[in-house]
């Protein structure tokens, strides 16, 4: 449809500027109008008519940094760079879709005071750090080797393969320490707020959403693919519960 270089330059969709956004490529201008009005309209669902412009600034970044974070995946791609594996991570955890998730969730587990937002997010950014982080190696374990053969951007594993020289099961032996040492620092966390529990709602939401992912990819591809281990799982929890008595 289009390539980076088409966008590099010309626009920047996260000032959500119409004139800005006539720039870009017609499939890309469908996709900008329909975030634009979803986002107006969950930012007035949560704020209401007294407090939405509040809460768009907010959900508005979190979506500019996703893209952004999308872009720079693109470039290296086009480019042909190679980054390293923490140069790699340090713009996956943003790619992950985790800080979008996350600045979503806040609102719907009723915190609503506005003038606290900022503050919360940032005071829980390791958390937050630590959960997207897992999304996005238990994503690569999943998809790695199907990408790489599709000839997809550089996952976490194929960067640390190139980084260190090693097999591809060592590489993957790496990311799992990684996906450990991120579920310390997340139980860390959770153990330290106890004397929060205004929190516990919020905190409790962005740990399931780890859990959930690690679930997904713990046999392989469970979100693209989705038969085998993980369709059984959803059925036996969802579908077919286990009888009592």
């Not at 980076?4 to 870009?24: C, V």
């Not at 042909?80 to 790699?88: A, I, K």
């Not at 591809?221 to 077919?240: K, M, W």
Request: with cysteine.
């Amino acid at each position: 449809f289009f390539s980076s270089s088409s966008l590099t330059g010309k626009s920047d969709a996260s000032r959500w500027d119409s004139e800005q956004i006539q720039q870009l490529p017609e499939c890309m201008k469908v996709c900008i109008r329909a975030l634009h009005d979803i986002t107006y309209e969950i930012a007035y669902d949560i704020g209401k008519d007294e407090d939405w412009h509040r809460v768009l600034p907010h959900l508005a970044k979190a979506w500019a940094d996703f893209c952004k974070a999308l872009l720079t995946e693109a470039k290296w791609d086009n480019t042909g760079h190679r980054p390293s594996l923490e140069e790699y991570l340090s713009n996956a955890w943003t790619s992950s879709s985790g800080p979008l998730i996350m600045s979503h969730a806040y609102y719907f587990v009723g915190h609503k005071k506005l003038e606290d937002v900022g503050d919360l997010l940032q005071s829980n950014k390791d958390l937050i750090y630590n959960v997207s982080i897992i999304i996005r190696l238990c994503n690569d374990l999943g998809t790695s080797t199907a990408e790489r053969d599709r000839g997809d951007a550089p996952s976490s594993v194929v960067c640390y393969m190139r980084e260190a020289n090693v097999s591809e099961d060592v590489a993957r032996d790496h990311i799992k320490v990684l996906i450990n040492q991120a579920w310390k620092s997340i139980n860390a966390h959770c153990f330290g707020n106890s004397d929060m529990p205004f929190l516990r709602p919020f905190i409790d939401v962005t740990v399931n959403a780890a859990r959930v992912v690690h679930m997904l990819y713990q046999f392989g591809d469970g979100f693209g693919i989705q038969d085998g281990n993980i369709r059984q799982q959803i059925l036996s929890t969802v579908i077919e519960p286990l009888a009592l008595g």
